[in-house]
C-alpha cells in the first residue's frame, strides 16, 4: 500500500484552483500521487486531503486519512467537524504571500484613513489642489499575534507605528508590546487609534467585536476586521459608528457572503468593504507548504501549522 499513497484535492466550486494547486504540487515534487475531486478513485490509498468547502461528511469517507490541510489560514470549518476523527491531524496552508497581502492589505487600510486618500480622489474630480496634514504616527492594537499579526506588526513598525499586540497568552515578542486578558484589553483599546482584528474564529472569540468592545475604543478611531465575519455583532457596529466609537470601519470578512446586495453596510459612508481579499493564497506557495507537510508526515515529523484542535487554532 506504501507507493499508493494519495494526496486528494476537494475545493468545490474552486475546480480550476483545485487544478493549478495540483499541477504546482506535481511541478514542486513530482513523486507525490495528487488527485483533485470529485474523482476520487479508491478511497482506501488518501492518506492526506486539502480541502476547503467541501460537503459535511465527506471526509469520513477515507478509512486511512492522517492529515487535513486547510486551504487558507482559516480552520473554523474543521475543528470539531464531526465527520473529521480524533486522530486525524489538521493544518494550515499559511505561504508566506498570504502574511505579505495581509500586511499590505493592513498597511494600505490605515494609510488611506489617516491620509484622507477618498478626499484627495474627489479633489481630483473637481481638478482641486488641497493639501491636508496627517498624524504622525498611530498606536495600533493587532488583536492576534500569530502569523498574520507578525507580519502586520513588522510592515506597521517599518513605517512608525506603535503596535500593541493583544493574544491569548501575551506571549512576549522582541521589540513589541504584548499584552493578553479581557480587562487589559479595555486599557489598550482606549489608547487605540485603530484596531485591527486577526483573531482565529473560535468560541472564545466569536462576537467579540461587539456593543462592549466599541464602547471603550477612542472617539473617531478606526477598526479592520480581517479576522472573520462572526468576530462582528454586525447591528452594533452600525449603532457604535452612529456615536463615532470607531469613526470609521474597514471590513473584508462578513457573517454572510457574499454581503448581500440589501445589506446596510454597502450604503453606510463610514464603512469601507472589500470582499474577503485582504490575503490571498498563492498556489505555488500552498504547494510548497503543502508538498513539505506531507514528506513530515511520512518521517513522522512534527507538522508545520498544525492546529491544536482543543484550543480551536
Ligand atoms: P494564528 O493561529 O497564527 O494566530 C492567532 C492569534 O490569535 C494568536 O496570537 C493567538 O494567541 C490569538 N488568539 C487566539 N484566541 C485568542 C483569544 N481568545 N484571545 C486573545 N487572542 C487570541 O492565526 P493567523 O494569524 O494565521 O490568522 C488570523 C486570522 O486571519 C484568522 O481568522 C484567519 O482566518 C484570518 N485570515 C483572513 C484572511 C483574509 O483574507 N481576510 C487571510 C488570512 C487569514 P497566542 O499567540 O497566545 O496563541
Not at 112 to 138: C, I
Not at 288 to 298: M, P, T
Request: glycine share 12%; net charge negative.
Amino acid at each position: 500500500m506504501e507507493e499508493r499513497k494519495q494526496l486528494l484535492i476537494v475545493l468545490p466550486g474552486r475546480e480550476d484552483e483545485a487544478q493549478r494547486l495540483a499541477a504546482d504540487l506535481r511541478v514542486v515534487d513530482g513523486g507525490i500521487d495528487v488527485r483533485v475531486g470529485p474523482e476520487v478513485g479508491d478511497p482506501e490509498y488518501v492518506e492526506m486531503v486539502v480541502a476547503s468547502g467541501h460537503p459535511q461528511g465527506f471526509l469520513a469517507s477515507f478509512p486511512n486519512l492522517r492529515l487535513v490541510a486547510s486551504f487558507g489560514a482559516g480552520v473554523e470549518h474543521l475543528v470539531g467537524a464531526p465527520d473529521l476523527p480524533e486522530d486525524v491531524g489538521i493544518v494550515r496552508t499559511v505561504d508566506s504571500a498570504l502574511a505579505h497581502g495581509m500586511a499590505e492589505y493592513v498597511v494600505t487600510a490605515i494609510a488611506d484613513w489617516r491620509r484622507g486618500t477618498k478626499g484627495y480622489r474627489h479633489d481630483q474630480e473637481l481638478g482641486r489642489w488641497r493639501p491636508r496634514g496627517y498624524a504622525f504616527s498611530s498606536t495600533v492594537v493587532l488583536l492576534g499575534m500569530g502569523r498574520m499579526g507578525l507580519a502586520v506588526d513588522q510592515a506597521l513598525g517599518a513605517v512608525g507605528h506603535r503596535v500593541i499586540g493583544w493574544s491569548r497568552s501575551g506571549r512576549s515578542l522582541d521589540g513589541v508590546e504584548c499584552v493578553a486578558g479581557r480587562k487589559v484589553l479595555g486599557e489598550v483599546l482606549s489608547e487605540a487609534d485603530v484596531v485591527v482584528c486577526l483573531l482565529p474564529l473560535t468560541p472564545d472569540t466569536e462576537g467579540i467585536l461587539g456593543c462592549e468592545f466599541f464602547s471603550v475604543m477612542k472617539e473617531g478611531s478606526l477598526l479592520v476586521n480581517v479576522g472573520r465575519g462572526a468576530h462582528m455583532i454586525e447591528d452594533d457596529l452600525i449603532a457604535a459608528l452612529d456615536v463615532g466609537r470607531p469613526g470609521h470601519a474597514v471590513l473584508d470578512v462578513f457573517r454572510e457572503e457574499p454581503l448581500p446586495a440589501s445589506h446596510p453596510f454597502w450604503k453606510n459612508s463610514a464603512i469601507t468593504i472589500t470582499p474577503h481579499v485582504a490575503a490571498l493564497t498563492d498556489p505555488r506557495g500552498a504547494a510548497e507548504c503543502i508538498a513539505e507537510n506531507w514528506h513530515r508526515l511520512q518521517a513522522g515529523e512534527p507538522l508545520l501549522d498544525l492546529v491544536d484542535r482543543e484550543r480551536g487554532y
